[in-house]
């Protein structure tokens, strides 16, 4: 046997006892063994660096320093789950669903592990990139980091695809999260608050041999990519722990909703004896032919949902109520609260929404009041202890000026907000705008945060979002903690923004309504801003999925002198107000003005490429038939029921290669 050959034999062996130990808890040799063949192997590798591997198992131990994580794009993005809090929640999705897709409808339920979502790259079966959820649309290189996980599989065995990408949740176990803050404790340090925050936080530590010491583990449930040759969602799960990975075996089956609630029932119990934190049931259609069927919303899967187990519940008392300003004036109260520990973190203040959610609740300084985390994470007051209310309380009086410019506040008639009509010259409302441009979604720009626009607003600095396009390093030095190496990553993070794509920089300017998902409808459609800004409300309701609300907020929008000056300014600066020319030569008005569901199982083109080309062609996607519907272009599998549907509606049926034939 060669020294290469050597090599590989004590890579393969240690890939297998880790596996053994980390994935199926079942070691079949000693720790001292396994150091052993690990320290051979080592000293293998340093006397040959010719026959080197990023995957090697040597490398687990990790070492490599990450200043700055790079930002990637999701090849296919991670979608957020829609939450459902009762039974009846859960009713109401399933007649929602099958109304959408024809036969029997089975769902694989699994557990809802509370850590930090991660999606892991494969190519040949080894593993090339892994990437932090983040905004869904991207997120933070990991890789060296989750290399150290040592139940993260670094080659792959079996029949995997040549290339997917798998998610999963980073957690922490309860065991090793004590043991953590037993040491921390015996140091004098302060213990971490619970297991999901120190999961989160370990992925972006910046020396991987950090990472290393911590007992992470990557739990994995969600196969994604092209042909993958996979039919159910539960069979994919069985897939992944043939090719080596950490899935837990919680999952089951079920064959009607009554099965579902069953699982529900039984894991709301037994929940407590898991060794990770969980806080509730993901039951997700199992056909992945459904799934297609069903697709997505603008934020999540609709052939999926989360049931939360009921939220811990905790009281404290009201200390006071403060208002916040947003960007639009709207008014929130805030109830700053006793600290208290609730669902593993320190909560200090919770949401009260508006003047009639505070009145509804009789709620008043120095109440004792009941805290909930509204779905885990935002915390919520749900009712006030009367019981222990004070002789001296007083009725709450909602504010009448802006705490912030003193401007008295209006409510339009239907809204439940107050709002500070002061737009352009409430400071808190200028830094929430740019605030907002400069978020991760819109112009994503480096070297520049919240507290630091802040900053620059009081400073007298920037008083608009073009205005950042203005600033210089000198000016930007003398700002709180910002030394000269800042400065320059601020004003070149600002430059680099130029280059962000059209959709985006228009959702990045704020328009009220115009989300995401309309920003980029409105982009396709006009292409530019200067289109957009001259289009009548009649002609923006035209547009797909445009309402007459959200068509008279882009009037309005528009009709302000201020709001286009700082569009020209803007377009001078050479930030992208327009589709640029090589994305506008791939799109055509081939189809413009149809609209086309597509249904079944494709062979020379994915369903994601035929959608994209539907879209790049002016078409119009449609997830239900109806007497709108132009065409449907189906495949292998397309369901009897839509089919006799389309025949009633007297809808022309394409196939994949006749609806090909429409776009050349």
């Known amino acids: 046997m060669n020294i290469e050959q050597q090599i590989n034999k004590l890579r393969e062996e240690l890939r297998t006892h880790n596996h053994n130990y980390y994935v199926l808890d079942n070691p079949i040799i000693s720790d001292f063994n396994f150091d052993t063949k690990l320290k051979d192997l080592q000293s293998l590798e340093e006397q040959y660096p010719e026959f080197y591997d990023a995957n090697s198992p040597t490398l687990r131990v990790g070492g490599e320093i990450t200043k700055n994580f790079k930002t990637v794009v999701h090849e296919y993005r991670m979608y957020s789950l829609d939450n459902s809090y009762s039974k009846d929640d859960l009713l109401d999705w399933e007649t929602r669903i099958k109304k959408l897709v024809d036969g029997e409808i089975q769902y694989t339920c699994e557990l809802k592990y509370d850590g930090a979502s991660i999606s892991l790259t494969y190519e040949n079966g080894n593993l090339i990139r892994a990437v932090t959820r983040g905004d869904g649309v991207q997120g933070d290189e990991v890789t060296a980091n989750i290399k150290t996980i040592k139940s993260v599989p670094l080659k792959l065995k079996g029949d995997y695809p040549p290339k997917f990408d798998i998610r999963g949740e980073i957690v922490l176990p309860f065991e090793g999260f004590n043991k953590m803050n037993e040491e921390r404790i015996e140091i004098g ?234 737009f352009y010259g409430c400071k808190l409302q200028i830094i929430g705008r740019i605030q907002h441009f400069i978020s991760r979604k819109a112009m994503d720009i480096e070297g520049l945060g919240g507290e630091t626009v802040a900053l620059l607003v009081y400073a007298g600095l920037i008083l608009d979002y073009a205005d950042l396009y203005e600033l210089t390093k000198e000016q930007v030095i003398p700002l709180e903690r910002m030394a000269e190496k800042s400065a320059e990553n601020l004003v070149n993070g600002i430059k680099v923004s130029k280059q962000i794509p059209f959709e985006r920089v228009l959702y990045a300017i704020g328009v009220r309504y115009v989300g995401e998902t309309v920003a980029k409808k409105l982009a396709k459609h006009y292409k530019s801003i200067d289109k957009l800004s001259n289009a009548s409300i009649e002609e923006l309701i035209n547009v ?121």
């Open 189 to 422: 340090e302060e213990p971490y608050r619970n297991p999901r925050n120190t999961a989160s936080g370990s992925l972006k530590l910046q020396d991987s041999s950090e990472v290393a010491k911590r007992p992470l583990e990557c739990l994995l449930y969600n196969i994604i990519g092209e042909r993958l040759a996979i039919e159910t969602q539960f069979k994919s799960l069985d897939k992944a722990r043939s090719w080596g990975f950490k899935v837990p075996k919680a999952a089951q089956l079920a064959n009607s909703i009554e099965e579902v609630f069953e699982f529900i029932n039984y894991w709301d119990v037994k929940r407590n004896d898991l060794p990770y934190e969980t806080d509730g049931v993901v039951i997700k259609v199992n056909s992945l032919f459904q799934q297609d069927e069903l697709g997505y919303t603008a934020k999540a899967p609709r052939w999926a949902m989360a049931y939360k187990f009921k939220a811990e519940q905790v009281s404290t008392v009201l200390n006071s109520i403060s208002y916040q300003v947003g960007r639009t004036g709207a008014i929130t109260p805030v109830a700053n609260l006793e600290p208290v520990e609730l669902a593993g973190t320190i909560v200090k203040r919770a949401s009260l929404h508006n003047a009639d959610q505070i009145e509804k609740l009789d709620i008043r300084v120095g109440d004792t009041v009941f805290v909930e985390k509204g779905g885990e994470i935002i915390p919520k007051i749900i009712s006030v202890d009367i019981n222990k209310r004070l002789e001296t309380s007083q009725v709450t009086k909602y504010i009448t000026h802006c705490p912030e410019c003193m401007t008295e506040l209006v409510r339009q008639e239907g809204d439940a907000k107050h709002y500070c009509p002061n």
């Open 544 to 664: 797909d999925e445009i309402g007459v609300k959200i068509a008279e907020s882009i009037h309005l929008y528009f009709d302000s002198e201020k709001n286009n000056i700082a569009i020209e300014r803007l377009k001078r600066f050479g930030v992208q107000l327009k589709i640029s020319a090589d994305k506008l030569a791939n799109q055509t008005e081939k189809l413009k003005n149809l609209s086309f569901v597509v249904s079944g199982v494709f062979h020379s083109i994915s369903r994601n490429e035929l959608k994209k080309l539907i879209e790049d062609n002016g078409g119009k996607l449609s997830g239900s038939i109806s007497s709108k519907t132009s065409y449907i272009v189906a495949g292998d599998k397309m369901g009897p029921s839509k089919k006799i549907k389309a025949e009633q509606l007297n809808i022309s049926i394409l196939t994949e290669d006749e609806f090909l034939k429409l776009i050349i």
